[in-house]
């Protein structure tokens, strides 16, 4: 059997975590490990150290204050899903983080492995960019709106490292996904969400990278109901396509979604 020797770090504090990363610039931070781990095994990543940085207690918390409910990097889907603060403030983001994977999954992935991840089939990135969430590092804050920059793609600069997820606490909210039924994984997820006189509707599996639907919040902003997006129809170009369903497959799916989720919120 053919190894990749690598050498394995663990961080104490986000500045020693900053400190390792300058030191061996190709190294890769290591939270939950649900999708960096995979890959390492099916040879698809082979990273000369790993900085493990789920230890570090000052990134594993949930706050409620001022509007917003902050999330640490490290903490858990598990933490999250099972949140009296989380479900109080937006039991969306509770929903969905008790739906991501199975179990194992849940009790070791993390939010802040999840979002600078970007998975294309992820679900915490619907969220991100329904809510129109902050996403702190530990040299700046970034707009939902700018981090998601493509497949497995964010906004995220060398040695920089998500701390925090800050969620606006919106009006209503609910998150719907059709998931692949061995991964979990979102064929195709759709989080909407309303503010004051605003809404935002976030598509997650459909595409390569998470995006948003304009013409359903222009819609649902004046009526807020599933029938001000029943008869929008989504573009099956640039949609995904594979043995588990077909891009015109997931189009249609995407209103689908955005029915019910604007049905649950409503």
Same mark, same amino acid.
């Given at each position: 059997?053919?190894? $990749?020797?690598?050498?394995?770090?663990?961080?104490?504090?986000?500045?020693?975590?900053?400190?390792?990363?300058?030191?061996?610039? *190709?190294?890769?931070?290591?939270?939950?490990?649900?999708?960096?781990?995979? @890959?390492?095994?099916? +040879?698809?990543?082979?990273?000369? *150290?790993?900085?493990?940085?789920?230890?570090?207690?000052?990134?594993? $918390? &949930? +706050?409620?204050?001022?509007?917003?409910?902050?999330?640490?990097?490290?903490?858990?889907?598990?933490?999250?899903?099972?949140?009296?603060?989380?479900?109080?403030?937006?039991?969306?983001? =509770?929903?969905?983080?008790?739906?991501?994977?199975?179990?194992?999954?849940?009790?070791?992935?993390?939010?802040?492995?999840? /979002?600078?991840?970007?998975?294309?089939?992820?679900?915490?990135?619907?969220?991100?960019?329904?809510?129109?969430?902050?996403?702190?590092?530990?040299?700046?804050?970034?707009? @939902?709106?700018?981090?998601?920059?493509?497949?497995?793609?964010?906004?995220?600069?060398?040695?920089? &490292?998500?701390?925090? &997820?800050?969620?606006?606490?919106?009006?209503?909210?609910?998150?719907?996904?059709?998931?692949?039924?061995?991964?979990?994984?979102?064929?195709?997820?759709?989080?909407?969400? +309303?503010?004051?006189?605003?809404?935002?509707?976030?598509?997650?599996?459909?595409?390569?990278? /998470?995006?948003?639907?304009?013409?359903? *919040?222009?819609?649902?902003?004046?009526?807020?109901?599933?029938?001000?997006?029943?008869?929008?129809?989504?573009?099956?170009?640039?949609?995904?396509?594979?043995?588990?369903?077909?891009?015109? $497959? +997931?189009?249609?799916?995407?209103?689908?979604?955005?029915?019910? =989720? /604007?049905?649950?919120?409503?």
């Amino acid at each position: 059997m053919i190894t $990749y020797p690598f050498t394995y770090r663990r961080a104490k504090s986000v500045a020693e975590a900053e400190a390792m990363l300058k030191a061996a610039p *190709e190294s890769k931070l290591l939270s939950g490990g649900q999708t960096l781990i995979a @890959a390492m095994k099916m +040879r698809l990543a082979n990273p000369p *150290e790993l900085i493990d940085i789920s230890g570090i207690k000052e990134l594993d $918390y &949930i +706050r409620v204050a001022n509007g917003a409910v902050a999330i640490g990097a490290a903490t858990t889907h598990w933490a999250v899903a099972t949140s009296a603060d989380v479900a109080k403030a937006i039991p969306a983001l =509770a929903h969905l983080a008790s739906i991501i994977g199975d179990p194992a999954v849940r009790y070791k992935g993390t939010i802040g492995g999840s /979002v600078a991840n970007n998975d294309p089939a992820a679900d915490y990135p619907s969220a991100v960019l329904a809510l129109g969430a902050t996403i702190k590092t530990n040299k700046r804050s970034i707009a @939902a709106d700018d981090f998601f920059t493509g497949m497995f793609s964010t906004a995220l600069d060398e040695n920089e &490292i998500v701390t925090e &997820i800050s969620f606006p606490i919106p009006e209503k909210a609910a998150y719907k996904k059709f998931a692949n039924p061995a991964s979990r994984y979102a064929m195709v997820g759709v989080f909407a969400a +309303r503010t004051k006189g605003s809404a935002r509707v976030a598509v997650t599996g459909a595409a390569p990278c /998470v995006f948003r639907v304009p013409e359903m *919040e222009a819609a649902l902003a004046k009526n807020f109901t599933a029938d001000a997006v029943a008869n929008i129809k989504v573009g099956a170009d640039g949609m995904n396509s594979d043995i588990h369903g077909s891009a015109q $497959y +997931r189009a249609h799916l995407v209103t689908v979604m955005a029915k019910r =989720a /604007v049905a649950e919120a409503a």
